[in-house]
């Protein structure tokens, strides 16, 4: 039952979509026509209910391995972990597309019922667009990839999950950036009721923030849990690869946080209007296309999913609806929506703007790094493009942009005299001088990582300043965000160019009872013995490290093996300090020494200041959280300050009721 | 900004679309070629696999003919099914030389009593050393070597009917 139950919750979830969609153009008709726009709110309402009851249902069928649903015998295992076999609901193709249709359904069904300050003409558009998106991916998942399919006779045992995702770095990565990429479908779809309605105001912009703010906060925690994922779950001791995969979490990212920073400017100053509009297509273009790219199969990739040309050429037909068709709209509308208010390059917005653009042309890079095997082989060549091209293409613009960032937050809007903030500067300039000069008497390191270690220090300090004469308590919820934001950037940039400048890096083929040494570490392999978990072996090396001569602790790699299905995956082992990872990974047999011993491939790393690449990202999410809740409360006291205002307002009409003439407008809270 | 300009998103879209959809619609290679293939067999020597059978090593390519390297193990099934064409290979006067893949000496001495021996040596990789330094992505393969040692061709998958008259030509083509 609960399959067709979900199939059902499914097919009518689609159906309200068409209702919405459908009631959403209408509603345009003859300016506006609220007899056919009524039905859109409702229908967003219920899809959402229907759509998560969908999930949920799916949820339940993993949990209890009903063996007569495909997905979940295709999947699953009566063996597997319990937390796995929840986490088995979105670690494949079909449950991650009805994962990625229910938080679509459930923001639409958000949007329509929480949001009152669009104009209605918008709103009609924005939910009609949100219905024509969501409809798509219905389609998609029912005549595709139908996650509740029953097998004709049931499975009598499941074939498991991918041991690579069978861990919990990945039971939450999936779904944060789901949501991720979702929320900026709502941005998407609000640019697009926008400018269909030609309504590109500050008031839209303070609509669509909060969403890209929240959008952007799963993205930035999505990214950094994968990469820490990556880091010690593949066992190659690095935390980025410029995968395809990852670059598909990636562009969304960067298109998010120049959207951010441009729909600020367009809420606060009214300026960077199409901008803005075609940032907010670009990012989710680039959600979308990172779905194309990793489902289709057309790049390969170290992370193989479910690839397969027939769901390509369904994700490429949708790409080509929606992104063809916001580009066509933007195309033809775009020049009648005037570009807003006017600023000098030296301002707040003239350094914002600074930024969208490197943010950009880094989006390009990695576009461009992405699709070019796909480019050339469609030419016969095959060409593999990684860290020699996206490392320094990246930074050309990548350093300009830290710079910017440092000094943009101490900047006025609209105008401002580089003179008066000549003294942060020189401060800013001294610092990178001399860390990289310090760095360059220490020993011979690779410029990218020295100079990626000064601005590290440089931003580390500057984004503090905004904060310089301030009575800290009446800073803005939103301000301390955007320090926090800026900090966290310096954080993870700062554990990057330690990272790539400082690793010490060990492979050695070693015996039980050798001893290596590496940065100040002594390891000692007292002994490789086999293990088993409920479905893998495993051979697990017993280590003990210790560092100049302290504390031994014991570590525990392993080279595990599943057998359903076969696969070998690497655990390594980490000791952490405050100042950086030991990470020790054992691989395969390596002949034996001469007394007879059996040698082992033991790799172990010592990685200076490596956890603060996510400490860092965690503090950018932690910024964009700030931010949110800074940004709700103001427009909380704002809608009380005003439904005050207009109690007093009528109170004073009561009891005068004579003409006091015009009065001004409710004063806004100081933000 | 000029109304041209809001032309150009679209139509850098509009070509990334053709080019995705036009390779959708490409074969989709599945195997990946070795990176080995015109360079020389590397320095290698491998225990026999078989009592009663000699090793395998570089030096055992180098001088008179072309030869095949074929790498196989008793565990792998489409070895058993390509062991007549490699027969056929062996009845045309060609020389293959074999490398068992993680295998045991019973297990390898079990399967060429059922499926026949056309191997004039078998060397034992029993870490898939020699495997992945050929750029062998599975098992089986097939490399055409010419006299010199070089790696000349590869086959990956089972020998049929139809690769038996192409390796003979690579062969050839090798002298």
Not at chain 1, 332 to 342: N, P
Not at chain 1, 530 to 551: H, K, L, M, Q, Y
Not at chain 1, 602 to 608: F, I, Q, S, T, Y
Not at chain 2, 2 to 26: D, E, K, S, V, W
Request: glycine share 10%.
């Amino acid at each position: 039952m609960i399959a067709e139950l979900g199939l059902v919750a499914l097919w009518l979830s689609a159906a309200l979509a068409v209702l919405q969609m459908a009631s959403g153009a209408m509603g345009l008709a003859g300016g506006y026509n609220a007899r056919f726009a009524i039905y859109a709110r409702p229908a967003a309402v219920v899809q959402a209910f229907l759509a998560t009851l969908a999930f949920f249902l799916l949820l339940w069928a993993f949990a209890i391995t009903d063996l007569s649903i495909k997905l979940v015998a295709t999947n699953s295992h009566s063996a597997k972990p319990f937390i796995y076999k929840l986490t088995g609901t979105w670690g494949n193709h079909e449950g991650s597309m009805l994962l990625w249709v229910a938080v679509l359904a459930l923001s639409g069904g958000l949007l329509a019922g929480l949001e009152r300050r669009l104009p209605e003409k918008t709103m009609s558009a924005t939910l009609g667009v949100q219905g024509f998106v969501a409809l798509g991916f219905y389609a998609f998942l029912l005549l595709s990839s139908n996650p509740f399919e029953r097998l004709p006779v049931p499975a009598l045992e499941g074939s498991g999950l991918n041991p690579l995702l069978q861990d919990i770095g990945l039971a939450i990565h999936p779904p944060t950036l789901y949501v991720g990429y979702v929320g900026l479908s709502v941005a998407f779809s609000l640019c697009m009721g926008a400018l269909i309605t030609k309504q590109v105001t500050p008031d839209f912009a303070k609509v669509m923030r909060p969403w890209v703010l929240a959008a952007w906060v799963f993205l930035t925690f999505g990214i950094t849990a994968g990469s820490y994922w990556a880091y010690y779950e593949l066992g190659w001791g690095g935390w980025w690869f410029w995968d395809p995969v990852e670059n598909a979490s990636l562009m969304p990212w960067l298109a998010a946080t120049a959207l951010l920073h441009s729909v600020s400017v367009l809420a606060a100053r009214d300026a960077l209007r199409t901008w803005t509009i075609m940032l907010g297509v670009l990012a989710f273009s680039m959600s979308m296309l990172g779905t194309f790219l990793v489902r289709s199969g057309v790049l390969t990739s170290v992370h193989a999913f479910a690839v397969d040309p027939e769901r390509g050429t369904f994700i490429l037909i949708l790409l080509g609806l929606y992104i063809g068709g916001a580009l066509g709209v933007f195309a033809l509308r775009a020049g009648s929506i005037a570009e807003g208010k006017r600023f000098s390059f030296t301002s707040r917005e003239g350094a914002l703007v600074f930024n969208n653009v490197m943010l950009s042309a880094i989006l390009a890079i990695v576009l461009l790094g992405t699709l070019y095997p796909l480019l050339t082989e469609a030419f016969d060549v095959r060409v593999s493009v990684g860290p020699p091209y996206f490392n320094p293409a990246g930074a050309i613009f990548a350093i300009p942009m830290f710079l910017v960032m440092a000094v943009g937050p101490l900047l006025r809007w609209k105008d401002d005299k580089p003179a008066r903030i000549q003294f942060e500067l020189a401060m800013l300039a001294a610092v990178v001088i001399a860390v990289c000069a310090l760095v360059a008497i220490l020993g011979d390191y690779s410029i990218l990582s020295v100079l990626g270690l000064a601005l590290a220090i440089g931003l580390g300090i500057a984004a503090f300043l905004p904060l310089r004469g301030r009575n800290l308590r009446r800073v803005p919820t939103a301000t301390w965000g955007m320090v926090m934001a800026h900090f966290g950037v310096a954080v993870a940039l700062f554990g990057m160019a330690c990272e790539t400048a400082f690793t010490s890096e060990k492979l050695a083929a070693v015996a039980p009872g050798g001893v290596e040494e590496v940065a100040g570490w002594t390891i000692e392999l007292e002994s490789v013995d086999p293990v088993a978990g409920p479905n893998w072996t495993a051979v697990e090396a017993r280590i003990f490290a210790s560092r100049d001569g302290g504390e031994r602790i014991e570590l525990n790699p392993q080279a595990r093996n599943f057998w359903s299905p076969p696969q070998a995956t690497s655990e390594s082992a980490l000791v952490t300090r405050w100042d950086g990872q030991l990470y020790a990974v054992i691989g395969d047999q390596a002949g034996v020494d001469a007394n007879g011993n059996m040698r082992w491939q033991l790799r172990v790393w010592w990685k200076p200041f490596v956890t603060f690449i996510w400490y860092g990202g965690l503090l950018i999410a932690f910024g964009g959280v700030l931010s949110i809740v800074g940004r709700i409360r103001v427009d909380l006291k704002r809608r009380n300050a005003k439904a005050l205002g207009d109690a007093r307002r009528e109170d004073m009409d009561a009891l005068t009721s004579g003409d006091l003439g015009t009065r001004g407008p409710v004063p806004e809270p100081a933000e | 900004m000029n109304r041209a300009l809001y032309l150009i998103p679209l139509g850098l879209f509009l070509f990334f679309a053709g080019l995705a959809g036009y390779m959708l619609t490409q074969p989709k290679a599945d195997q990946i070629p070795s990176q080995m293939i015109e360079q020389p067999l590397p320095e290698f020597t491998l225990e026999p696999a078989l009592g009663g059978m000699p090793g395998v090593s570089r030096a055992d390519f180098v001088g008179g003919e072309p030869r095949l390297l074929n790498i196989w193990a008793s565990w792998c099934l489409p070895c058993i099914a390509e062991a007549p064409h490699l027969e056929r290979l062996r009845e045309e006067g060609v020389e293959i030389i074999g490398v068992a893949v993680r295998d045991r000496p019973e297990a390898v001495a079990d399967f060429l009593g059922r499926y026949g021996n056309p191997y004039t040596r078998i060397g034992a990789d029993e870490i898939s050393e020699l495997m992945i330094e050929i750029g062998a992505s599975g098992v089986p393969e097939t490399y055409v070597i010419d006299a010199q040692g070089n790696i000349r061709y590869q086959h990956i998958g089972d020998v049929r009917e139809e690769t038996v008259t192409l390796l003979l030509e690579k062969l050839e083509e090798a002298r």
